[in-house]
């Protein structure tokens, strides 16, 4: 049996790639200090294949026995945390990261390090292809994460260079699903509390800024097919499907049926005007290709926000 650990496991999307691993009778340890992630994301869990530990990576880590995969996946994700959390946020995406490699060196394991469309910053290509290097301020309100995310991509090449590890980099898109935390301030659960509860709903700037929505449950898959794959470079994941945050709100208000009005609020510093993945690379190299399109995907969500209202 192999045996994977994820970090940041109790976050959303560790979350489900703790059920997916285990799903597919994969070992795993979930390493997570639950600054942003929750036991609630993995109280379903009755496998007896699961272990839990409660660690901050960016110190060192100690797992015992053989590990086949390190999945790095802690991290604030969302401005608003990473704001609540700037110093914790570029010491995980740096800290953090050479502990994941160090522990893939030490276990001879292969490793996957998340990384985010946020290392194209506010891009000047469009859709962003791998081959674009991004136009990042590094010392803006988000630079402690989008750096963070830049040397974890370069501290990854350097160990699969200088040692060989067999490193992979996921470059991943706004993802939503079930298990965001309602009010981790991002758009998907915001729009979704305000509808639900019949407030406005707060469309930043002029709401014609774009982003591409991607199902969790297609990134998952994503993940684990160029975790098996060879491939060794950066690998963009997300939907292709850009929508403006205007018509992202207005599909909220008809899926939910609420009342709720829009109105506008100012502009956080440096959010980026457009966001949409070339995926090209994925679909020829893992056979991938998002396929949950966002009325279902939304409405998935929305049932599991209902229910926990
Ligand atoms: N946004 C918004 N209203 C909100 C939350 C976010 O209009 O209540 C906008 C935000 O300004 C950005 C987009 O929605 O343009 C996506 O924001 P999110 O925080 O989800 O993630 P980002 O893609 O910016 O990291």
Redesign the pocket.
């Known amino acids: 049996m192999k045996t994977a650990v994820i970090t940041g496991g109790a976050g959303f999307i560790g979350s489900h790639l703790c059920d997916f691993f285990l799903g597919r009778d994969i070992r795993v340890i979930c390493v997570d200090n639950l600054i942003t992630g929750s036991m609630e994301n993995l109280k379903h869990i009755t496998n007896k294949n699961f272990d839990f530990i409660k660690q901050d990576i960016t110190k060192h880590m100690e797992v015992k026995g053989p590990v086949d995969y390190v999945l790095d996946f802690a991290c604030p994700a969302?401005?608003?945390d990473y704001n609540m959390f700037p110093i914790q946020t570029a010491k995980v995406g740096s800290l953090g990261t050479h502990n994941c490699l160090g522990l893939a060196l030490a276990k001879k394991a292969r490793v996957l390090v998340a990384s985010t469309?946020?290392v194209y910053g506010d891009p000047a290509v469009h859709p962003q292809t791998e081959s674009y290097w991004g136009n990042v301020n590094p010392i803006g309100p988000r630079s402690c994460y989008d750096e963070a995310k830049r040397f974890s991509e370069a501290i990854t090449m350097a160990y699969h260079r200088a040692h060989k590890v067999d490193t992979k980099i996921v470059r991943i898109f706004?993802t939503y699903g079930e298990r965001m935390r309602i009010n981790d301030?991002?758009?998907?659960p915001?729009?979704i509390y305000q509808a639900l509860n019949g407030q406005d709903i707060?469309?930043?700037?002029d709401?014609k800024?774009t982003?591409s929505f991607c199902y969790v449950s297609d990134l998952v898959r994503g993940i684990y097919a160029l975790l098996l794959s060879d491939y060794n470079l950066p690998v963009n994941l997300g939907n292709p499907d850009e929508r403006t945050?205007i018509e992202f709100?207005k599909e909220i208000i008809k899926t939910t049926g609420a009342k709720s009005k829009i109105v506008y609020?100012p502009?956080?510093a440096d959010?980026?005007r457009q966001?949409k993945p070339d995926i090209t690379l994925a679909k020829k190299l893992l056979k991938w290709n998002p396929e949950v399109e966002l009325k279902t995907g939304l409405a998935r969500t929305i049932r599991y926000f209902q229910s926990k209202q």
Not at 185 to 188: I, L, W
Not at 202 to 205: E, S
Request: avoid cysteine.
């Open positions: 969302s401005p608003i469309s946020e706004n301030g991002r758009v998907v915001n729009f707060t469309v930043y700037g709401g800024q982003r945050i709100a609020k502009l956080p959010d980026p966001r």
